[in-house]
């Protein structure tokens, strides 16, 4: 979830007006979810008012816009980690998985539709209203939790992101002023001062509290990132070796911090529902998911193969550190570093305004305004704090990716799955749908416990 559409990361119901300032979803409903017999039916696509519904390809657009991001920068370094050929096949299979958890959570999304009569709904409306009205009484009453606990997974990833893109503008920043030198030793010192020298640009940039300034970036982002890839084949190809030469497999510690990093580059789960809820034919949302997912994918082999066979062993994150001091390169990386400044905006604007719509309760409406900013300058400097402790893109990326979206894009899946289909249709013959949805549980666990320890221990590592 990133760097060319993070707008699509506020998980919101509504379409996002451009002079206004919503919260990024309808704050949690007091009164309980209303279960409805089957035999009411309800179409929920004729219940809808959405003002501008998007057609089958624009739908495509926003979902591969909401998926590719920051992440595809430093996807080479993950392959590094793993190993060329073992990271292309594990790439694949994660494409498929991502695309599975994305569609179950649809699904019950849509069958959520039906039983409650609503005509849309964001992730964690998803998330209370399964527990809420699911087969298990006792755990009704956490149905509030389970929401709190997405919003906080989302803020987590997001926030997280920002990190990100912090670290990956001071090092484009100490490149194009340095030169090359030094940067193989990654002088940690020297690109801890340029991302506190950042600190004050970037509050100054996220005291805009609208959209309406930033939203036509994404189109620029999106322009570069196609070119960012193109120019990642095309200088790769200049220096890269035979290929029999570069390692097909490396280590499990490699393993688990590339499934974290590959999670973090291509899922897709946070702007699932918003583009769903604001499709015009919302129920050949597996067609797009199909398409914009095989999009996603191949952009990612492009990049990791590519970038990895290339550049070798010493090739560093963002990707573009690794093109030769050329005017077309050089331009390409001024470029990127301005796009990743303004998408940081974008990117903080939806978790943010996630946090104000609970912490605005606490104070003053007169005073909101100053308590607003206060807010922001605050979480920037604890972003900017974690950013300049652990300056290393590659295991921040896949700490995001097994910490937060193992939970957001697995666990959190299969739990809904189960609570929606538990008694109607059941659990099918055998208990198929059960046993389906625990093997999906597992790789999730699995991914959030192996992949939080061997990235945080390459944090440490090199604090």
């Known amino acids: 979830m990133e760097l060319s559409s993070n707008v699509n990361h506020c998980y919101t119901n509504t379409e ?176 801890r001062l340029y991302i506190l020298a950042l600190l004050v640009p970037i509050l100054l940039l996220c005291m805009i509290t609208t959209l309406k300034y930033l939203a036509p970036f994404t189109l620029l982002a999106d322009v570069f990132i196609v070119a960012c890839v193109i120019a990642t084949v095309v200088y790769s190809l200049r220096s890269a070796p035979d290929i029999s030469t570069v390692p097909a497999w490396k280590d499990v510690i490699g393993f688990f911090e590339f499934c974290g990093i590959v999670v973090f580059s291509m899922e897709g789960i946070g702007v699932s529902l918003p583009i769903e809820n604001n499709m015009k034919e919302p129920k050949k949302f597996p067609i797009i998911l199909s398409a914009g997912m095989t999009v996603v994918v191949s952009f990612l082999i492009v990049v990791g193969f590519f970038g990895y066979w290339g550049f070798g062993e010493s090739s560093r994150s963002p990707v573009t550190l690794n093109f030769p001091s050329e005017i077309f390169a050089t331009i390409m990386k001024c470029l990127m570093a301005v796009m990743i400044f303004v998408t940081f905006a974008l990117n903080f604007w939806a978790p943010f305004n996630l946090v104000w719509h609970y912490v605005s309760k606490k104070h003053d409406p007169k005073k909101h305004w100053l308590w607003e900013r206060l807010y922001r300058g605050s979480f920037i400097i604890v972003i900017t704090a974690i950013a300049i402790a652990f300056p290393n893109i590659g295991n921040l990326m896949g700490l995001l990716g097994a910490f937060c979206l193992s939970n957001m894009g697995f666990i959190f899946p299969a739990i809904i799955e189960l609570l929606v289909v538990w008694e109607d249709p059941g659990l099918g013959k055998y208990r198929w749908r059960l046993w389906k949805n625990v093997f999906v549980l597992l790789v999730g666990i699995l991914l959030f416990i192996a992949g939080t320890y061997s990235n945080v221990k390459g944090l440490i590592a090199n604090l």
Not at 32 to 49: E, G
Not at 72 to 85: F, P
Not at 146 to 158: G, K, M
Not at 166 to 172: D, G, L, P, S
């Open 16 to 191: 996002v007006e451009p002079s206004s300032k919503p919260p990024p979803h309808p704050p949690p409903n007091k009164k309980k979810y209303t279960l409805h017999a089957d035999k009411d039916s309800y179409d929920f696509v004729a219940h809808r008012s959405t003002r501008k519904p998007t057609n089958t390809l624009e739908s495509i657009g926003h979902l591969v816009k909401g998926c590719l991001g920051g992440g595809i920068l430093g996807i080479h370094e993950a392959y590094m980690k793993c190993g060329l050929w073992s990271s292309l096949v594990i790439t694949i299979v994660f494409g498929f998985y991502i695309t599975y958890c994305v569609h179950i959570l649809v699904k019950s999304a849509q069958i959520l539709y039906k039983r409650l009569h609503v005509p849309e709904m964001s992730y964690p409306d998803v998330a209370e209203a399964s527990l809420e009205i699911g087969p298990f009484p006792k755990l009704r009453k956490y149905s509030k939790w389970f929401r709190y606990a997405v919003d906080l997974i989302i803020c987590i990833d997001l926030f997280g992101a920002c990190c990100v893109y912090q670290i990956i503008i001071a090092k484009t920043i100490k490149q194009l002023i340095g030169g090359n030198e030094g940067i193989d030793s990654e002088n940690l010192n020297y690109l």
